[in-house]
């Protein structure tokens, strides 16, 4: 399937689907006070209009996706789905979200369409957790995504052992969000920490650290140093470039440009998260040239990957993660 979808061509493995629910697709939205800017924002870098948040959203973002896959570098895109928070007994957490994502959208996206790989969302306390992961293997999950700190998943509580294991066993990647969170509501600001990733690791998951513990705002805890700490434990844990393009979360980029991190790193965009190259220029990431070049290009996903390239991110890490997903294009 990965052979078909993307050849040895870069995969953007960390990109968002979002809806409000038109076409009977099973998705929400509940965007509140000052996310409001931010998501009328995020709708113009993309190329929708704002009005696109009440009309037909679902429709109009997946042409708009695939719209910029096709147009970039890229062979595919990993699309993840967005399950609900949940308390510690599995019950749902009524407005603690700001937004779903059913698992069933994103397979069958990724049914319809070539260019997307399904990344399924499963809050490992749901009572049918195992259930459901079993079912979304069989269909042709790629990847599993969770965010510790705003779906309060304490990833390292004991009850949770057969559901990762079961993870290992069906060769599914975790992709799970270290370091801080600024566009989403945050429950449990602790486990922003990479540790919260331990059990899952040491149950043999193969695990992503989403933005490599970096931080989001200026009063984050920074857990890079965390992340990379346990990179040298743990030959199973990577960490991802997704967002590394806003102001904060660049800031590593050298120490991830270079070994023994270099192998662990993986490329992401975080789509449809802004991407602007100000900071790296700033910073002497990327040359003049190359940040106004990558600026007037339109497309978001073409330009994050524009930059890192310019960055010095050589091809193998915007390949690697198709070694990672359960079949490798060479069994296909
Ligand atoms: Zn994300």
Redesign the pocket.
């Known amino acids: 399937m990965l052979a078909n979808k993307s050849g040895n061509k870069p995969i953007d493995m960390?990109v968002?689907v979002v809806g409000n629910g038109t076409g009977g697709t099973g998705c929400w939205l509940r965007v509140r006070g000052w996310h409001r800017p931010l998501a009328a924002m995020m709708l113009r870098q993309i190329g929708l209009p704002a009005e696109a948040m009440t009309g037909d959203l679902d429709r109009l973002y997946v042409e708009r996706l695939l719209e910029l896959v096709r147009g970039s570098s890229l062979g595919a895109a990993v699309i993840l789905a967005q399950d609900d928070a949940r308390d510690e007994q599995g019950r749902l957490m009524a407005g603690a979200g700001s937004f779903y994502v059913p698992n069933d959208y994103v397979l069958k996206l990724a049914r319809d369409h070539e260019e997307f790989l399904p990344a399924v969302s499963i809050h490992p306390a749901r009572p049918d957790a195992l259930e459901e992961l079993n079912r979304c293997v069989t269909a042709g999950a790629v990847m599993m995504k969770c965010l510790p700190n705003c779906q309060n998943i304490n990833c390292n509580d004991r009850r949770f052992t057969g559901f990762w294991e079961r993870m290992a066993e069906g060769k599914l990647p975790l992709l799970a969000?270290t370091g801080g969170e600024h566009t989403l509501p945050v429950l449990r600001r602790e486990f922003a920490d990479p540790r919260i990733l331990t059990r899952p690791l040491e149950c043999g998951v193969t695990v992503i650290a989403?933005h490599s513990g970096t931080k989001s705002g200026w009063l984050d805890t920074d857990y890079f140093r965390v992340f990379a700490e346990m990179t040298r434990r743990f030959p199973n844990l990577y960490g991802d470039t997704?967002a590394f393009n806003v102001p904060m979360r660049g800031g590593h980029i050298p120490e991830c440009l270079r070994e023994p991190l270099a192998s662990r790193m993986v490329h992401g965009s975080?789509y449809p998260v802004p991407v602007h190259g100000h900071w790296a220029w700033m910073r002497r990431q990327v040359r003049w040239e190359a940040f106004r070049q990558a600026q007037r290009n339109q497309n978001l996903l073409e330009r994050d990957y524009q930059l890192k390239a310019a960055m010095g991110f050589p091809l193998e890490h915007f390949t690697r993660i198709g070694r990672l997903l359960p079949r490798p294009p060479t069994e296909v």
Do not use: L, Q
């Open positions: 960390h968002h969000h989403a997704s975080d």
